[in-house]
């Protein structure tokens, strides 16, 4: 199958490794020429170019732009396909991007693999990134079998593990389980980062290891990531971030009032339910 992929960074090399090495033929848009050299250089694609006329035969494209440019993208696209193109996305907030892309053209389909790393571009790409994780598919009324079918096929090559939802639900959830972590743990280092000390502070970022590295990993990933994230989700990364402020300050007031059973008690709760967000996932039939 003919795929084109618009957007050659970490997503979009990744998924261009992966189906080269799963025989598709691959071709890729980028603005940078550079970015076109590399991914060919890389195997990401088998072409790359920044003129949208490469992609006039792709049976589906897949847009791995940022968030904020995924409509005048597909506005872009739009004059070069083909009328039976398959578009689908891998934004991480759904409801804006669908809303904007649906009307525009008839055969896509939302989705965003839960992928990635804190490295940016073509040369963070990687293969099997997508091997196990979950990829989820967000279909409207509007949205066709056939184009659904199409792309729950290329997720499963992938390796992923399949989920289908609408686009409101995604991005609650996600809202929980990707965008909250993500603010939690970029003010968790602006918070070391106001130790009034020098040398308290430079001792806590000598002493730093596996705990820190753990928590700050998604706070100190791609900003403008993290900005998509709050700006087109802003009321979902909302909700959660009030709630966490109240399990936040019952957590100040329990260590205020020195209440350690309390706090043991909480610390156990977690640790019983930790591992039902980290269970394996079933694949979606």
């Given amino acids: 199958m003919e795929i084109g992929i618009v957007g050659l960074g970490l997503i979009g090399g990744s998924l261009?490794?992966?189906?080269?090495?799963r025989g598709h033929t691959v071709?890729?848009?980028?603005?940078?020429?550079?970015?076109?050299?590399?991914?060919?250089?890389?195997?990401?694609v088998h072409q790359a170019s920044s003129d949208m006329a490469l992609l006039a035969e792709a049976a589906v494209i897949f847009i791995c732009t940022p968030l904020g440019v995924m409509p005048q993208t597909v506005a872009a696209l739009i004059p070069?396909?083909?009328?039976?193109?398959?578009?689908?996305?891998?934004?991480?907030?759904?409801?804006f991007v669908v809303k904007a892309i649906e009307p525009l053209w008839p055969h896509f389909v939302g989705g965003h693999p839960m992928s990635g790393t804190e490295f940016t571009g073509i040369q963070a790409a990687q293969r099997q990134l997508f091997?196990?994780?979950?990829?989820?598919?967000?279909?409207?009324?509007?949205?066709?079998?056939?184009?659904?079918?199409?792309?729950r096929?290329?997720?499963?090559e992938l390796g992923s593990q399949l989920y289908v939802c609408t686009p409101e639900q995604h991005d609650r959830a996600v809202a929980w389980i990707s965008h909250l972590p993500t603010m939690i743990s970029?003010?968790?280092?602006?918070?070391?980062?106001s130790e009034p000390d020098p040398e308290t502070r430079a001792l806590a970022q000598s002493l730093a290891s596996s705990g820190f590295r753990d928590t700050s990993r998604v706070g100190g990933g791609n900003p403008q990531l993290g900005r998509m994230m709050a700006q087109f989700?802003?009321?979902?990364?909302?909700?959660?971030?009030?709630?966490?402020?109240?399990?936040?300050?019952?957590?100040?007031?329990?260590?205020?009032?020195?209440?350690w059973s309390e706090l043991e008690t909480q610390f156990q709760h977690n640790q019983a339910e930790r591992p039902r967000f980290l269970k394996e996932k079933p694949r979606d039939g």
């Fill in 131 to 151: 091997v196990g994780n979950p990829y989820v598919l967000t279909p409207t009324a509007a949205t066709s079998s056939r184009s659904l079918e199409q792309v």
């Fill in 186 to 193: 970029a003010t968790l280092i602006q918070a070391c980062l």
């Fill in 80 to 95: 070069h396909l083909s009328q039976d193109t398959i578009l689908t996305d891998v934004g991480s907030v759904k409801t």
């Fill in 16 to 21: 261009g490794l992966d189906l080269c090495d």
């Fill in 233 to 259: 989700n802003q009321a979902e990364v909302l909700r959660s971030l009030y709630r966490y402020r109240d399990q936040l300050h019952s957590t100040i007031s329990a260590l205020e009032a020195s209440q």
């Fill in 153 to 156: 096929s290329l997720v499963y």
């Fill in 27 to 44: 071709l890729g848009i980028s603005r940078s020429p550079d970015t076109c050299t590399q991914a060919v250089l890389r195997g990401a």
